[in-house]
Every structure is written in structure tokens, then in C-alpha cells.
């Protein structure tokens, strides 16, 4: 069952994805060489909680942190820890975050100092996905026109699309339906009705589309060692097209 929020949810939504719009530019600033992905996480866990969020992934189905940290070819779910940034990797920051019993829930991936040609291209043609994803989103669309677009822009850059894991509705838990998936026909799958709220988030590989999980039984990495970048918003199906419930505040 698809969920319809009422205006009330709405805008507790707001504030949730608001939080984790400031979340990840109050991060922005740290993710530097020399810093681990365990500090990263203390600070945003400190952060959330400073606002009135709670970190929702700490503690769901045993996560232990506030964040997925996911560095090079993790693709998602990677566990902070003492690993130390160093310059030239990239390292997406996934969160989800409480507020008031309502989620918000995104990703974004970020060049640690300089950074190679080759992962400038993924994560640009990443988020630039995302965006064609996001561009579909009004009532009367169906969820495949969504998956379609995410699917041709990744494809016709070369660009390796994820199968295995899709992004989700969203409300008062993290994960709801409708699943959104990275890939399928136009025209097919749930219809968007205004109301509805839906996470967008493509991950895609440098190189071949397929993952393994490594043995903390969390982590999902690229099978051929290549980087992956994912990019995710939480997104409102409105009267007559769509809002981002989690805007990047370094952009216009
Ligand atoms: N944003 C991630 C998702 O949509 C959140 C995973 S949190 C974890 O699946 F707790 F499951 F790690
Ligand atoms: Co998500």
C-alpha cells in the first residue's frame, strides 16, 4: 500500500529532510585527507541530535552507526570505522534521519581532495541521472517512467546500474512502498498521486553492474574493485510535478 501524507506529515517531512540537507553540508566541510569515517559519523550523530533528529539507521536491523559511509568501490551500507580518508578517494554519505516520527532519507558522494577524471565522470553522471529520475515525478507518471529515465541516462554514459538494491517510499518508516528501481520499462508500476513521497537513488559503477557483500555482512562492493557513487533525494509527488524534501544547500 502506497501511503498518501496529509499536510501536517508533509511538513514534518519537511523538517526531517531539512535536517539531513544540513547534516550533509555541516559534514562537507570535514571530509578532508586524515579524517575517518568513524569521526565523520560521531559528528553527524552529535549534529542530528543537536536539531531534535534521531540518526534512524543507528540500531535498524543491527546498523551500528548513524551513517552509511561508503568509500571507492563500496557502492552502499558501509560501516564508519578507523579507516582514514585519504586524498583522491570518494565517499558517499547515506543518511536517514527521525524527526517527530517521520523520515528523510539521502545521499550524496564527495571527492576527497583531488580527484581522478574517471570519478568526477561517475559521480557528475550519477547525480545527473538522479535529476532525469527526479524530472519524471508528477501524478499520472508511473514509478517505470522514473526507472526508464534513471536506466538511459546511466546506460548511455556507460555507466554500470545496481540491480539489487531499488529506492523506496518513505514516511513514517525508512522504507515503504512502492519500490522505485533503477531500471525498467516507461509506463509500467504504480501510478504517482500527489501525496506520495519516494526516495530516488541510482547507484552506479565505473564498471561492470555487479556487487558482492563482504563479510561484515553489511558492506556492498563493486565485484570488479571499480569505484560506484550514489546519489539519492527524498522526493514529494506535488499538484503538478514534484518538491525535493531534501535540497543540497550548496547549491541555487
Ligand atoms: N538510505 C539507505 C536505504 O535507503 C539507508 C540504509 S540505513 C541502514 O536503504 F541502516 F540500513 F544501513
Ligand atoms: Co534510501
Not at 29 to 50: C, H, N
Not at 78 to 98: E, F, H, Q, S, W
Amino acid at each position: 500500500m502506497i501511503s498518501i501524507k496529509s499536510e501536517r506529515e508533509i511538513e514534518l517531512m519537511r523538517e526531517a529532510g531539512m535536517m539531513v540537507s544540513k547534516t550533509h553540508q555541516y559534514l562537507k566541510d570535514f571530509i578532508k585527507p586524515g579524517i575517518t569515517t568513524k569521526e565523520l559519523d560521531q559528528l553527524a550523530e552529535k549534529y542530528i541530535r543537536s536539531m531534535g533528529g534521531i540518526p534512524t539507521c543507528k540500531g535498524y536491523e543491527g546498523f551500528p552507526a548513524s551513517l552509511c559511509t561508503s568509500v571507492n568501490d563500496e557502492v552502499v551500507h558501509g560501516i564508519p570505522g578507523n579507516r582514514k580518508l585519504k586524498d583522491g578517494d570518494i565517499i558517499t554519505i547515506d543518511m536517514v534521519i527521525d524527526y517527530k516520527g517521520y523520515q528523510g532519507d539521502a545521499a550524496w558522494t564527495y571527492a576527497v581532495g583531488e580527484i581522478s577524471d574517471e570519478k568526477k565522470y561517475l559521480m557528475e553522471h550519477t547525480e545527473k541521472a538522479l535529476y532525469e529520475g527526479i524530472k519524471q515525478v508528477k501524478p499520472g507518471n508511473r514509478i517505470g517512467d522514473i526507472s526508464n529515465a534513471v536506466q538511459e541516462y546511466a546506460e548511455s554514459h556507460k555507466l554500470g546500474v545496481v540491480k539489487e538494491l531499488v529506492g523506496h517510499g518513505i514516511g513514517k518508516e525508512m522504507h515503504e512502498d512502492p519500490e522505485v528501481p533503477n531500471y525498467g520499462m516507461k509506463n509500467t508500476g504504480p501510478r504517482l498521486k500527489e501525496g506520495m513521497v519516494i526516495c530516488i537513488e541510482p547507484m552506479l559503477n565505473l564498471g561492470t553492474a555487479d556487487i558482492c557483500i563482504l563479510d561484515d555482512d553489511w558492506t556492498i562492493v563493486t565485484e570488479d574493485e571499480m569505484p560506484a557513487a550514489h546519489y539519492e533525494h527524498t522526493v514529494l509527488v506535488t499538484k503538478d510535478g514534484y518538491e525535493i524534501l531534501t535540497p543540497r544547500l550548496d547549491e541555487e
